[in-house]
């Protein structure tokens, strides 16, 4: 395995579960609900994945505990906002301190404990080609359900009636309530989906990404999804670009802060010159990068402001109380 | 003339002692109503009298206390919209139900509750579009259309449908009085076609012109079922209100007795701030003293763009767009341009020209602290409640505002009684220019009347009166000359001795001032 495919392939584990817990944060903005929660919902995942697999031995056991925790604790979310009408922002917030507290708690045991690796794919014969084997027949299964579901999630919203359906309450509540649209049963079953989505991002953090529970250990992960979703005009292969942009660049800084120059002399010279210059800079600056280039490169494809508004949920997170 | 077992047949809808209670309020008092098959049944009332309340729950948007509601003869339930469509109840709602972000096929597709794919719909509309002479383009997103286009889709996505009964909720309001003799004309097929028309409306001499009877409401109880034919105007207006409503007295005034120009806009161009709003494109108008001018259009031709910008929502990058008293005031904020003598009155009452759970006096000071910071806020920024308070009194007495409390909330008022304060409130500093936007919209026919005689009666007294409004007969009373906004662009005023509803109404379709007689197909 060359260098080029390692360095691609720990790209694709970096960018995997923003890109799951922000496809799923976009089909709950989409439905109009605003759920700040992803950063709980994802620490929940990650403890109950890893908890569940610890037990039973089995890492599959894990993705699944990691989904239907995700999907349980965003409900109590959605039992907040939708049923009593609480405000989401602060609700959401709430979910996310409630999240890390009770993550943490649980995990507590697991502190220190080798985990379960949930394992990679093996296709004899394709995984063992060169440069191309690995990269696309041997990674993690989340990370071709993550690609897949993109795919799923661009396809529901504009190739279905019920995308159509859900795209319509995140538009206009009262007009889609006028109509006889089931508009709260809608958004629970967004946030929901959300919250499963949220989930496995977390359970691959501790079934793929690292092997083991670390007490908050999203580390800011939920906040660059969601920050994702909007950057990228709640569009789903846009999120897709963004994740792989913020992963790509958090894995290529580290290997340039790590770097020998001297070893590189044998690159053509502009490329040589780029990392020397990258170098010089202060360390806090290349951190910083990842942030600053994903929301460069966001900001330049959203520039046509008539298709952000038109894609933007007119109603997100604006409460919704039907008139009976 | 109520229900009437014999004609079981004949009737389509029957309602008996249908009410709806909100909290302490009863929005439908035991209402009975009849539709027979064929006819075009109207339904009169003021806003608040309970009309569209009644529909909801025969569209199953709402669910009443009490009642029941007979579908062909026989007791039905209509628990959400979906049952009221597969009884074959359709609706064409008053604030449209459309989804701007969405293509009219789109829109068209979420109300059938089947698969069929969004091309076959797009077909079916067309077709249907052109057999009643709707012309639509079923790919056009929603939010780019003008309102006369988005109620097409509305009506329709109701007539895909196929209902018997379909619902119009107050369909007249955002036309021009072409558009609306075109609606008419499809109504009247669908009558012809056996199907049946409850028209909810507040415009009586459609209602005489179109509709074979008539079901009156007032504060939620029938007061009278009738022919409206057999009915004049008057007639049915007394039934409406339950007394004779002041008629508007406006005197003409001369050329000698206007005076100087006190509100000027030259050249007032603004770019459309949102995908969906509409650009200004250089618009000019004098307003003097003494002399009220209307301005007229569709709703969303860019009355509120105008308006924001006029009044200093917006501020304008040339100074001399905005001249208010012979000064330069393009550049200055709402209270800057207040500090020159004017007044603005927006249309939303909540949240805009009223701030909904503060006091009627803490709202005075709200909008008037720049104006007369001296007479209510004392030295180091302390508030004078006494001198507040006696303000708020003296204008809920000059505009009878009827409330509950000494000085309630603003939202614990009717939308007629805030809007009598809200008026009141800038007439009471005696400003020498007030523009409004809707000055009763949506208010009762006293309130309203009451509010349009203060009007012309602060122009009599020297002042400069700009009034933005969809309402055609309002404009009509009130003001000395009309000018049209459409698509931005704003007609020259013209003088009111020489406008009539037809020349006004295609300069609102978007005819050329200069071709207004000649042009018919509106924009």
């Known amino acids: ?87 989401q922002v602060a609700t959401g917030l709430a979910l996310t301190l409630l999240g890390i507290g009770v993550s943490g708690m649980i995990g507590e045991a697991f502190v220190g404990q080798p985990g379960v690796k949930l394992t990679n794919i093996h ?46 309450v995140g538009d206009s509540h009262s007009s889609a309530h006028a109509l006889g649209i089931r508009v709260i049963a809608i958004r629970y079953a967004a946030i929901a989906f959300g919250g499963a989505c949220a989930g496995l991002a977390g359970a691959h953090l501790s079934l793929v990404y690292t092997t083991q529970w670390i007490e908050n250990m999203t580390a800011g992960r939920g906040w660059i999804a969601l920050a994702l979703v909007v950057f990228a005009s709640w569009r789903p292969l846009r999120v897709f670009v963004g994740a792989y942009l913020f992963g790509a660049i958090s894995i290529l800084q580290l290997h340039i802060q790590a770097m020998n ?14 990392l020397a210059q990258l170098k010089s800079l202060p360390s806090q600056f290349l951190s910083a990068l990842p942030y600053l280039a994903t929301v460069a490169v966001l900001v330049l494809i959203s520039r046509n402001r008539r298709l952000t508004i038109m894609n933007t949920p007119a109603s997100l997170g604006q409460p919704f109380v039907p008139d009976r | 003339m109520g229900a009437q077992p014999g004609l079981g047949e004949a009737n389509l809808l029957e309602v008996r002692g249908l009410t709806k209670i909100f909290g302490t309020l009863t929005a439908c008092d035991h209402v009975d109503l009849t539709v027979r098959k064929g006819e075009i049944h109207a339904l009169l009332g003021e806003n608040g009298a309970g009309k569209s309340t009644l529909v909801k729950m ?81 790919f056009a997103l929603v939010g780019d259309l003008s309102v006369g286009e988005r109620q097409r889709i509305e009506i329709i996505r109701c007539l895909l449908q196929t209902p018997q009964l379909i619902i119009l909720d107050e369909p007249t309001s955002v036309l021009t009085p072409q558009e609306a003799d075109k609606l008419f004309e499809t109504l009247d097929r669908l009558r012809s076609e056996g199907k049946s028309i409850l028209y909810i409306s507040h415009r009586l001499e459609e209602v005489k012109r179109m509709c074979d009877a008539a079901t009156v409401l007032r504060h939620g109880k029938v007061v009278g079922h009738c022919d409206p034919r057999q009915e004049t105007a008057a007639s049915l207006a007394r039934m409406m209100v339950g007394n004779e409503v002041q008629a508007v007295v406006r005197e003409p005034v001369s050329e000698s007795e206007r005076g100087p120009v006190l509100l000027e806009i030259r050249n007032l161009s603004r770019q459309p701030a949102t995908p969906f709003s509409i650009p200004l494109r250089s618009i000019n108008l004098r307003v003097r003293a003494g002399e009220v001018i ?28 905005v001249r208010i008293r012979g000064k330069d ?146 404009l009509f009373e009130i003001s000395d000359a009309i000018a049209v906004m459409h698509n931005g662009e704003l007609s020259q005023p013209l003088p009111i001795a020489e406008a009539t509803y037809e020349k006004i109404g295609l300069l609102m379709g978007g005819a050329e001032p200069g071709h207004a007689l000649h042009a018919t197909e509106p924009a």
Do not use: C
């Not at chain 1, 002399?265 to 502009?270: D, K, T, W, Y």
């Open chain 1, 1 to 87: 395995m060359g260098m080029a495919e390692a360095i691609l392939l720990t790209i694709a584990t970096a960018a995997t579960p923003l890109l799951l817990a922000a496809i799923g944060e976009l089909v709950v903005e989409r439905s109009g609900v605003l759920n700040l929660g992803v950063e709980g919902m994802m620490l929940m995942g990650a403890v109950a994945g890893f908890g569940a697999a610890l037990t039973t031995g089995s890492a599959w056991v894990g993705v699944f505990a990691g989904i239907i925790t995700g999907a349980l604790f965003s409900l109590l979310f959605a039992f907040l906002v939708l049923t009593l009408v609480t405000n």
């Open chain 1, 123 to 168: 296709i004899p014969g394709l995984s063992d080609l060169p440069y191309v084997g690995r990269l696309l027949f041997g990674q993690d299964p989340l990370f071709y359900i993550s690609v897949l579901l993109t795919v799923g999630v661009a396809w529901f919203l504009f190739r279905t009636r019920a995308g159509l359906t859900l795209r319509s």
């Open chain 1, 261 to 274: 120059l001297a070893d590189l002399a044998f690159l053509p010279g502009p490329l040589y010159w780029l």
């Open chain 2, 58 to 138: 025969l569209f199953g948007s709402l669910e009443p206390n009490a009642g029941e509601i007979l579908w062909d003869g026989n007791p039905v339930r209509i628990p959400n919209p979906s049952a009221a469509r597969r009884l074959g109840i359709g609706m064409v709602f008053q604030h449209f139900s459309l989804f701007d972000a969405l293509t009219a096929a789109e829109n068209i597709a979420l109300s059938l509750q089947n698969d069929t794919p969004i091309a076959t719909i797009a077909a079916k509309a067309s077709a249907l579009s052109h057999a009643y002479g709707l012309p639509l383009d079923p």
């Open chain 2, 294 to 321: 209307g301005i007229a259009g569709v709703a969303g031709n860019g009355q509120g763009e105008f308006f924001e910008a006029v009044s200093g929502e917006v501020m304008q990058t040339d100074a001399a767009s």
């Open chain 2, 329 to 474: 005031a393009g550049r200055l904020s709402i209270s800057g341009r207040r500090r020159m003598g004017a007044a603005f009155v927006p249309e939303e009452r909540l949240g805009h020209g009223a701030a909904p759970r503060m006091r009627l006096s803490e709202n005075l000071l709200l909008s008037r602290h720049a104006t007369d910071g001296q007479a209510f806020v004392g030295s180091g920024g302390v508030v004078k409640a006494g001198a507040i308070d006696a303000a708020a009194q003296r204008i809920i007495q000059a505009m009878d505002v009827r409330k509950s409390a000494r000085d309630p909330e603003a939202s614990a008022l009717s939308g007629g009684n805030l809007q009598k304060f809200i008026v009141g409130r800038e007439l009471d500093r005696r400003p020498s220019v007030l523009v409004v936007n809707q000055p009763t919209w949506g208010v009762d026919a006293g309130a309203a009347a009451k509010i349009r005689q203060a009007l012309i009666g602060l122009a009599r007294a020297g002042s400069a009166v700009l009034v933005i409004s969809q309402d055609l007969d309002e």
